[in-house]
């Protein structure tokens, strides 16, 4: 007979625990045993330690980001200069590095008068459009002979529901792969 009873090991039992002389391994400050290798040396070292040195000699915390903030800067804008450029044409724009929307040019331009930045760096923004209703959004509820086909009304309201959906403007954007860069008019 099967049994799914979970295993019971008293404090006290010898299976608890076992008295170890021929151990060899890293242990880490928080008293961990890790064994021995490499891959256990770093889990040691990685739960023991507070901080650690980023690839450019500078100080940061063991368990953040695995560069300093200004290794991650220059990293975010190696891979925005790698992107395709286009000239600004006035469409809905991100800035490239604080998501901040602008949807035409007096309003950018004003960003930047009020900031005192002679230009910005920019993405293009990608539309996001609302999603249509398909036909098959009642499929796990519909009766096995209905073929996915729905009550004539019901597909009469979808189809006008749809051709609403796809009249309208975009739902919302979001920063897109296209980056584009514009200078302040005074
Ligand atoms: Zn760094």
């Given at each position: 007979m099967e049994t799914t009873e979970k295993k019971i090991i008293m404090?006290?039992?010898?299976?608890?625990a076992t008295y170890q002389t021929n151990v060899e391994g890293w242990v880490s400050s928080d008293g961990r045993f890790w064994g021995k290798g490499e891959h256990n040396e770093h889990m040691a070292r990685y739960t023991g330690s507070t901080h650690r040195k980023c690839e450019c000699g500078a100080i940061i915390e063991?368990?953040?980001?695995?560069?300093c903030e200004s290794c991650r800067k220059k990293k975010q804008l190696e891979n925005y200069n790698k992107l395709t450029y286009k000239a600004y044409d006035g469409s809905p724009v991100v800035t490239a590095f604080d998501d901040q929307y602008f949807f035409n040019e007096d309003d950018l331009n004003a960003y930047l008068l009020e900031n005192n930045l002679d230009s910005i760096s920019l993405l293009f923004c990608e539309e996001n459009n609302w999603f249509k209703i398909e036909g098959d959004y009642w499929a796990d509820i519909m009766p096995e002979n209905s073929d996915g086909e729905l009550p004539d009304n019901l597909q009469k309201a979808l189809d006008e529901l749809n051709k609403v959906i796809s009249e309208l403007p975009p739902c919302s954007y979001t920063s897109g792969k296209i980056r584009t860069f514009y200078s302040v008019k005074k």
């Open positions: 404090y006290d039992s010898p299976k608890a063991t368990r953040s980001y695995l560069s």
